[in-house]
């Protein structure tokens, strides 16, 4: 796999992969799954300069955070599937 750097507040999110069973065990077809909300943090970029004074990142590498249903771009990085987005769009770090 080759590897990503992003820039300023973005960070690179590897999401958690669909669910493929209800609770009650029953197959959910691929039309029907929800976009995950919920993934792993793959790298984050330096922080953004406000004012004159930069803010570093809240999130690091290896974090899984939630964030918004439509939230970040999608990318193909070799054969992967990630998200590119901005710090403010993760809603929360999950412990």
Same mark, same amino acid.
């Given at each position: 796999?080759?590897?990503?750097?992003? =820039?300023? #507040?973005?960070?690179?999110?590897?999401?958690?992969?669909? +669910? +493929?069973?209800?609770?009650? /065990?029953?197959?959910?077809?691929?039309?029907?799954?929800?976009?995950?909300?919920? /993934?792993?943090?793959?790298?984050? /970029?330096? /922080?953004?300069?406000?004012?004159?004074?930069?803010?570093?990142?809240?999130?690091?590498?290896?974090?899984?955070? =939630?964030?918004?249903?439509?939230?970040?771009?999608?990318?193909?990085?070799?054969?992967?599937? =990630?998200?590119?987005?901005?710090?403010? #769009?993760?809603?929360?770090?999950?412990?």
């Amino acid at each position: 796999m080759s590897s990503i750097q992003p =820039l300023g #507040d973005r960070v690179v999110v590897r999401p958690e992969p669909a +669910e +493929e069973k209800t609770a009650s /065990g029953l197959y959910i077809p691929d039309a029907a799954k929800e976009k995950p909300q919920r /993934g792993k943090v793959v790298s984050v /970029g330096p /922080g953004r300069v406000e004012n004159g004074n930069k803010i570093d990142m809240t999130v690091k590498p290896n974090d899984v955070v =939630l964030y918004g249903k439509y939230a970040g771009t999608e990318i193909n990085v070799g054969e992967e599937d =990630l998200l590119i987005m901005r710090e403010s #769009d993760i809603l929360g770090i999950v412990d």
